[in-house]
């Protein structure tokens, strides 16, 4: 297959300033089924979420800005 | 009564609306955010470092629990056992002419015991300045793999919604051999806008004490505070976006005491010392999408970070939630990680910086990061989720996109295995 | 989490609760609950029944009296008001007298001369409506909830379970549709709908989390003379069925908007398909010719059945890229 497009790989990034941009659509209560779905959570998985961010912080210099909360270190 | 022409569309769609919710009963009152369904995660995580390095193996647990109409609670719980090495400093290597390759003598470590490849007696270190020998790179010296320690954590977290308003308020302790934290938070949701916004204004504050296993009486506390203001914004029907910016501001001790630095002009490994202040900012975009064709979820985070010890740093990470039929969904994801050096950061030091604040810490190295992973989850019953993951990280100081690519020698990899339990009852 | 599934007979329908809980027996005395308030309502607002509040009103109407009535049925004589104004005089809870020339089971259309009397004791106009007085300028008027009880009843029936606590399940009432919450695993209900034209198969279904749907269509009852369609939706104007949709299903908020608003679509007829698409509604319009359109989730439902139809005939030759 050729990709006769190489922009066509970057479109999710072009995804949100485009997006952020434009004006918002209102959303009626009844045309959330698709937000509503567990897979469309923030955070589809948060216990893992919590091991996993855990692990960069420890092994990373930065942290946070997921949310607020926690602590301990377990960090060598 | 006089009958008017219809009116203009809008205004009739208005009109029923108004006179419907006048209609007594007619809309819950409950209608605003409410507590979650009581659920219980349970999880078995084991984590490895390439070279027989650190292992962690982690136990964890999330209880929620609806207390009547307007408040939850989660309960979590956690019990990571730590074992094998880790880096202490790093030792210049010297090549010479006639194809020696010589690690330069090691007078004193202070701090954590380390131990070096060379047995007998040390060798002198040769002339750097006479042209036959160079430093040519560097090595790690680890603490040995003894190392073991144990971390128990729980906290709570309490959630009171009332109408379109969520508060939360949360506290927990975790608990090493050597390191202590207590922290809280409190936070408040306001949904706006029919909910297509929601508005989230948050603090935490933790207050830390370590008591380093290789030091006698010795103790130093260090406090954090993070401030988050986050926006949820409905785009459409299938997109949602996030925005968080977080403020952080650690104070007191930040120095890792098992850390050295390698001193060429003394050939000393003296303890580290950073700054007793870091202000950290982040701003975290993250966008899902929903896919109605393939019934897709996909999930793109992008992490902003930039702190006042000069280190910047890219995350970006995607994952896609694919259900194949029968329950089973198949999670995919990729994540990349890119940070600068902190100003005080060298792989070793010719002598002590003026300013007093020096880290030979992998960590504070300027570097990148690939990891990927996937993961299996089905739906067993209506209430039971099985999850099964893996994920491999590999650490290259060449994938770095801010140019600090002289710690390859601290180039490591690990993988994260993962088992969890979801039950709905 | 466990299902609760509560089916039974009201209002001249099948109805149907499906209702998802923790604990089954509480799951079970909120559904028998709100049951309870569905078979209130039609005693309460039936016109069949010599008890109910209807023929009390009724009985005012033919000696062209007065009558006071109680918050809730003033609060849906307000309602029936704003659909009567907002449908420039369609929508009429007069229009009920109609039926008296208009026997759907006798196969046979109003005499001449019929339906000019009944003309002159129909139209909210010759009524006086100041809260919680209702006055009756003509006498032999007659009013009629029909229009608008039974999707109250589901929105009520809804609000009820979620109060009450469930956030999963679903209220159908005779084909009027309202969502409590998603199914327990966040994913919608997919609601059928009828082909008006050949009842005995789906249109397609669409895909609800919350809100109402509503239809109004001349399927359910209807006269064939000579082949021409007479539907049992009265224009209350000229007293005969309102000509040029054969159906129309809405989605709003609640059950009363969405029935209301197919209703009055119906009566105005072709001009409905206009009025609707500038509402901004999702809806889906089926005219007598057969002829479909819609906007919304509806539009995506024909496209998805126009791709199928295509995809069934036999395909040409594929092209090559």
Redesign the interface.
């Known amino acids: 297959m050729i990709i006769r497009n190489p922009l066509m790989m970057c479109c999710?990034l072009l995804?949100?300033p485009a997006?952020?941009g434009c004006a918002?659509?209102?959303?009626a209560?009844w045309?959330?089924?698709?937000?509503a779905?567990p897979?469309?959570a923030?955070e589809?998985?948060?216990?893992?979420a919590?091991?996993?961010q855990h692990?960069?912080f420890s092994?990373?210099?930065?942290?946070?800005?997921?949310?607020?909360?926690?602590?301990?270190?377990?960090c060598? | 009564?006089?009958?008017?022409?219809?009116?203009l569309?809008?205004?009739?769609?208005t009109?029923?609306?108004?006179?419907?919710?006048?209609?007594?009963?007619?809309?819950?009152?409950?209608?605003a955010a409410?507590p979650t369904?009581?659920q219980w995660?349970?999880?078995y995580?084991y984590?490895e470092e390439g070279d027989d390095r650190?292992r962690?193996e982690?136990l964890?647990?999330?209880l929620v629990l609806p207390l009547g109409?307007q408040l939850d609670l989660t309960l979590?719980g956690?019990r990571?056992s730590?074992s094998g090495a880790?880096p202490i400093y790093n030792l210049p290597e010297i090549r010479c002419r006639d194809g020696s390759v010589i690690t330069p003598p090691v007078i004193s470590v202070s701090g954590a015991s380390g131990t070096t490849a060379a047995g007998g007696p040390r060798p002198e270190r040769p002339a750097l300045n006479a042209g036959d020998c160079r430093i040519d790179g560097a090595r790690q010296v680890m603490?040995d793999g003894t190392?073991q320690?144990v971390?128990t954590?729980g906290?709570f977290?309490l959630n009171y919604y009332r109408g379109e308003t969520t508060l939360g308020f949360?506290a927990?302790?975790?608990r090493?051999k050597d390191?202590d934290?207590?922290?809280?938070?409190?936070?408040w949701r306001q949904e706006l806008n029919?909910?297509?916004s929601t508005l989230t204004l948050?603090?935490?504050l933790?207050s830390?004490t370590f008591t380093p296993l290789n030091k006698t009486n010795f103790s130093e506390d260090k406090e954090?505070h993070?401030f988050?203001l986050g926006l949820?914004?409905?785009?459409?029907?299938?997109?949602?976006?996030?925005t968080?910016l977080?403020f952080?501001y650690d104070q007191g001790y930040l120095t890792d005491p098992?850390k050295n630095v390698y001193l060429l002009s003394t050939n000393a490994a003296v303890e580290e010392v950073r700054p007793d202040a870091r202000r950290?900012w982040?701003?975290?975009?993250?966008?899902?999408?929903?896919f109605?064709g393939p019934k897709?979820?996909?999930?793109?985070d992008?992490?902003y970070?930039m702190?006042d010890?000069g280190?910047d740093?890219h995350?970006l990470e995607?994952f896609w939630?694919q259900p194949l039929g029968q329950g089973w969904?198949l999670v995919p994801r990729l994540r990349y990680?890119s940070?600068g050096e902190?100003d005080f950061y060298r792989s070793y030091f010719e002598s002590l910086p003026a300013n007093g604040h020096y880290s030979s810490d992998y960590?504070?190295a300027g570097f990148g990061?690939i990891s990927g992973g996937l993961?299996l989850t089905k739906?067993v019953t209506?209430?039971a989720r099985l999850?099964l993951?893996v994920?491999f990280?590999d650490?290259q100081s060449d994938y770095g996109l801010q140019g600090h690519a002289d710690s390859d020698f601290a180039d490591y990899g690990?993988t994260?295995y993962?088992l969890?339990l979801?039950l709905?009852? | 989490?466990q299902s609760h599934r509560l089916a039974f007979r009201a209002m001249g329908s099948p109805c149907e609760l499906q209702l998802f809980g923790?604990d089954p027996r509480e799951t079970e005395a909120i559904g028998a609950r709100a049951r309870a308030d569905v078979l209130r309502l039609e005693q309460t607002y039936s016109r069949y029944r010599e008890d109910s509040l209807t023929s009390a009103i009724n009985r005012a109407a033919a000696a062209a009296g007065t009558i006071e009535v109680d918050?809730?049925t003033a609060?849906?004589l307000?309602?029936a008001?704003?659909?009567?104004?907002?449908?420039?005089?369609l929508f009429d809870i007069t229009s009920g007298l109609l039926r008296r020339a208009w026997r759907f089971d006798s196969g046979r259309l109003p005499e001449p001369g019929e339906i000019a009397p009944l003309l002159a004791r129909i139209g909210?106009?010759k009524?006086?409506?100041e809260r919680p007085r209702l006055s009756f300028g003509v006498p032999g008027m007659e009013i009629d909830f029909g229009g608008i009880g039974k999707e109250?009843a589901a929105?009520?029936a809804?609000?009820?379970c979620?109060?009450a606590?469930l956030?999963h399940g679903l209220v159908n009432l005779g084909g009027d549709i309202r969502v409590i919450g998603p199914q327990?695993?966040g994913a919608p209900w997919r609601v059928g709908l009828q082909d008006p034209l050949r009842p005995e198969t789906l249109l397609g279904g669409v895909l609800l989390t919350g809100g109402a749907i509503a239809s109004s269509g001349d399927y359910a009852r209807c006269l064939v003379i000579d082949g021409k369609r007479y539907g049992h939706i009265l224009d209350p104007r000229t007293g005969w069925p309102a000509r040029g949709l054969a159906a129309v299903s809405v989605i709003?908020?609640?059950c009363?908007?969405a029935g209301?608003?197919s209703t009055i679509a119906m009566l105005k007829g072709r001009d409905g398909i206009p009025?609707l698409g500038?509402?901004?509604?999702p809806h889906l319009w089926v005219d007598v010719d057969g002829r479909q359109g819609g906007s919304g989730v509806f539009a995506d439902l024909l496209e998805a059945r126009r791709a199928s139809f295509r995809a069934a005939a036999p395909a040409r030759s594929a092209e090559s890229d």
């Open positions: 999710p995804i949100l997006l952020t918002i659509q209102p959303v209560a045309e959330r089924g698709n937000l779905r897979e469309m923030l589809p998985y948060p216990l893992e919590g091991f996993r692990a960069f092994k990373e210099s930065v942290s946070g800005g997921y949310g607020i909360g926690g602590g301990g270190c377990g060598n | 009564m006089a009958v008017t022409d219809h009116g569309p809008g205004r009739t769609l009109a029923l609306t108004g006179a419907a919710l006048a209609l007594p009963g007619l809309v819950p009152d409950s209608q409410t369904e009581r995660d349970v999880g995580f984590y650190m962690v982690s964890k647990q999330s109409d979590n956690v990571d730590i880790s603490l190392f320690d971390r954590a906290d977290k949360g927990g302790l975790s090493e390191y934290s207590n922290f809280m938070s409190l936070d029919d909910k297509l948050g603090y935490g933790a830390d954090s993070q988050l949820t914004q409905v785009l459409g029907k299938n997109d949602l976006l996030q968080n977080t952080g098992y950290q982040n701003l975290l975009t993250r966008y899902v999408h929903y109605d897709a979820a996909l999930h793109l992008y992490r970070s702190s010890w280190i740093a995350t995607t939630i969904q990680y940070q902190a960590r504070l990061a993961k739906q209506d209430q999850d993951g994920e990280y650490r690990f994260i993962s969890s979801n709905k009852f | 989490m923790a918050p809730e609060a849906l307000d309602y008001h704003t659909c009567y104004r907002e449908s420039g005089g909210w106009d009524v006086v409506w109250y929105d009520r809804a609000a009820l979620a109060d606590g956030h327990p695993d709003a908020a609640t009363v908007v209301s608003l009025w500038a509402l901004g509604v």
